[in-house]
């Protein structure tokens, strides 16, 4: 039976560290998040981190606009919070309905004050190895190996999911020449012609594909670390549940560590998310040269 | 004996695409390239771009500056050049003497006339898979793969080098939703623990490490198709020759397709340099929004 990586101490001390430093400079920062619709898992995500920013001496205010806002009145509300220096981290919620280009709006948001790391000057910054906000949930992968000593110099990572929030930047994260780094990272997706070829040769196998179970134990050698990114809703036995990309029930007999969904990657994913806004408040000046 | 992919007729097809494109435009785009210091590869490099832009209808202003240059100094240079609506490229060759942050200078050319696709606004546009100017190297390995009807989707590409100029960006590129894309990519380097192990696996090996004749017989599977990056100066026989990361006369025996050095991916990144500049000309407002 494998270890279990609980996401629960990494976050902890993430929150710890944010606490600590605002008590220290007598601050409190603010995060803006601009939320258009309702939709409930995105409530329930901002929800969140309002608990927990509030915690560590972080103000969070929400914004609701109808699901019918203009891509203009939009771009209006971003610019003002550009603007306002009493507002230090500002996150547009997504998913964004579709009439929005997601893109438009990631690049409309000061790169300075962009705490989703979805900013193209911060996404360029992140791939060259320079001080810059990244994304959350690639930190939190980072954050639990390294906080429970698992080494990634000279290993095999292999990432399943080549999206541009989780898959791509965390292979660029991989790669860099420190720890956790250094590693040898193969990126595979639907298109790979042997999945289960790629997935056993890992050392440490990423999940992020965003499909219920996709990772059976078949896909997986004994020993593997397995970290699971995925967080999907499904019906079984008439409630709704949270399941991660990996069977974990079978996955688990394998592997050497797993990370258990919930309370893995997503729980570690908010700390970093809120100490990415005490990083905007601490770094403002020096990102957007 | 494999099949020499030769970067000529590459080079010439994209020579051709612009010269009739800019016929059409009845116009003379302006690449304005700034030198620091007397590096005798880097002259060779630009002499050889300013002949072919020639030939294609672009022109090229070349200006030296002394390599004790302050930062300072080369910086006003630069800010001059991106405000100059005559001058369309602005390119800094590299390398520049270590009194000189690589990293400040490639951002501060306007991301529009960053012919080198250096300014981590565009590193991070390719990583989006958002349009920008791709740097020419990279451009060139997707260029002979195409040229050459070498299908990337589902199959194995090995990079060898991680680099913020070839290696990374490559990868990047491979992973796009499209063709040449959809790869399964892996990345090695120094640090990887069994090199050869990962290099074996490869239906397309792309060697850019900058080692001469580093990639031998034995790395190599029996029918891969072989991309060398490299371009090294060594000493043999009393002459000076360039060689590629890949022994070629043995790995030659063993690939079912390879470039040579000189005359493959070095031939095509000069029409891709070539290319950019009439690209920065073309989309100069669309780029930086």
């Not at 972080?58 to 919070?81: F, M, T």
């Not at 962009?114 to 190895?129: E, F, I, K, S, T």
């Not at 080549?162 to 292979?171: D, E, F, H, M, N």
Request: proline letters at 5%; charged letters at 20%.
């Amino acid at each position: 039976m494998s270890e279990q990586l609980k996401g629960r101490p990494v976050a902890k001390a993430i929150y710890n560290e944010v606490r600590t430093a605002l008590e220290k400079a007598a601050t409190t920062p603010c995060l803006h998040v601009l939320m258009v619709g309702d939709d409930p898992a995105s409530q329930y995500y901002v929800g969140n981190i309002s608990k927990r920013a509030a915690k560590v001496g972080i103000n969070v205010e929400v914004e609701s606009l109808p699901a019918d806002v203009s891509r203009q009145a939009l771009l209006q509300r971003i610019e003002a919070l550009n603007a306002d220096a009493a507002v230090h981290g500002v996150m547009v919620q997504k998913p964004l309905p579709s009439h929005i280009d997601t893109a438009i709006v990631d690049a409309a948001v000061n790169p300075a004050k962009d705490v989703d790391g979805a900013h193209p000057l911060n996404v360029g910054r992140l791939a060259l190895d320079r001080e810059t906000l990244v994304p959350a949930t690639a930190q939190a992968v980072l954050e639990i190996l390294r906080h429970y000593g698992i080494h990634t110099a000279g290993r095999n990572v292999t990432i399943l999911g080549r999206s541009a929030v989780i898959g791509r930047p965390l292979a660029n994260l991989l790669l860099y020449k420190n720890e956790p780094g250094n590693a040898t990272v193969t990126v595979c997706h639907s298109r790979t012609r042997d999945l289960a070829a790629e997935t056993r040769r890992a050392d440490i196998l990423v999940a992020a594909i965003g499909r219920p179970r996709f990772v059976s134990a078949d896909m997986v050698r004994e020993g593997t670390v397995v970290i699971d990114v995925g967080v999907n809703q499904i019906e079984e036995g008439g409630a709704s549940v949270y399941v991660g990309d990996v069977d974990y029930t079978t996955v688990t007999i394998k592997a050497s560590a797993i990370t258990p969904v919930p309370g893995g990657v997503g729980t570690v994913t908010t700390a970093c998310l809120v100490r990415n806004v005490y990083y905007a408040w601490q770094r403002m000046k020096k990102i957007d040269r």
